[in-house]
């Protein structure tokens, strides 16, 4: 008898210590969410999506966040450093149209004030660089360039999206070693990396994590890439390669070739851009 009542006794303090731990654990969650609440009504609409963020699915706190980030796009992005990755628009990546886009994945290939550089995490399509073969071009009447500033640009980002990518000055310089030329310079929302760019942001060792092995995606897998047993594809970037009718790619362990590939192979894309963080008043936070 004695046994029993002393291990209904034990039951009874765990249950109660449970009770308890779950009664503070949901006083701090709301108290952590009227807490954001006040941080919104008092303007910090930085502190307070980082807290509704943090609160997940408690409550409303999700739908808070994302009506946060309707009103300020760049919200999300205002504490990234290079090397992070990030999600932003969205693109057909899983090869069912069924369940609609996915959410795209990004890194943080440089952050200089209230600009950041992203490049995407993964090819999303199979892509030439220009349609027909040996025929000199470069960037500037590219069918890659078209297609990221074009199509790319209109399905991949909102409109609210697209009021923080910025439209940058591209330079394109001669190809390094033959001088094969670059072409005029660009004004590009969307664009490959560049030889200059390559040799900045994907050298192994660099300050930021190597990021040059990029996989692609089941959409992109779909049509008529070369993919490696890693899931590993090579990539297009915009500067010219030995000839007028060649560009520049990295291949798929990673490594930039400058000599380049015939402009009509096919080749992953990866988009980069920048993006503003800046608020209505000019500062970040």
């Known amino acids: 008898m004695t ?9 009874t303090a765990v249950l109660l210590v449970c009770a308890l731990a779950v009664a503070a654990f949901t006083h701090h969650r709301r108290s952590r969410y009227e807490e954001a609440r006040r941080l919104a009504e008092a303007g910090d609409t930085q502190g307070a999506y980082e807290v509704f963020t943090a609160l997940g699915g408690y409550s409303d706190a999700a739908e808070r966040a994302r009506g946060l980030v309707e009103e300020d796009p760049a919200l999300p992005y205002r504490s990234v450093a290079p090397g992070d990755t990030v999600t932003f628009g969205s693109y ?15 890194i943080v290939l440089d952050r200089i004030d209230d600009q950041v550089l992203l490049l995407s995490a993964d090819c999303l399509e199979g892509r030439q660089y220009h349609h027909v073969p040996f025929e000199e071009v470069t960037w500037e009447n590219s069918d890659l360039r078209e297609w990221m500033n074009g199509f790319f640009y209109a399905q991949a980002f909102t409109p609210a999206q697209q009021t923080i990518v910025r439209t940058v000055h591209n330079e394109n310089s001669d190809q390094s070693v033959t001088g094969a030329p670059g072409g005029a310079d660009t004004d590009d929302r969307v664009f490959a990396l560049s030889e200059t760019e390559a040799l900045i942001y994907l050298a192994p060792g660099a300050s930021r994590s190597d990021v040059s ?4 995606t089941e959409y992109a897998a779909s049509g008529a890439l070369s993919v490696t047993e890693d899931g590993t594809v090579d990539w297009w970037l915009r500067s010219p390669g ?6 520049q790619f990295v291949d798929a362990s990673g490594k930039p070739m400058i000599s380049g590939a015939n402009v009509d192979a096919q080749y992953g894309a990866r988009p980069a851009l920048w993006i503003s963080i800046a608020k209505a008043d000019g500062s970040v936070r």
């Open 92 to 106: 057909e990546q899983d090869n069912n149209t069924a369940n609609g886009p996915e959410a795209i994945r990004w």
């Open 3 to 11: 046994t029993v009542r002393s291990k209904t006794v034990v039951i």
């Open 242 to 247: 030995t000839y007028g009718f060649a560009a």
């Open 213 to 216: 092995a990029a996989a692609a």
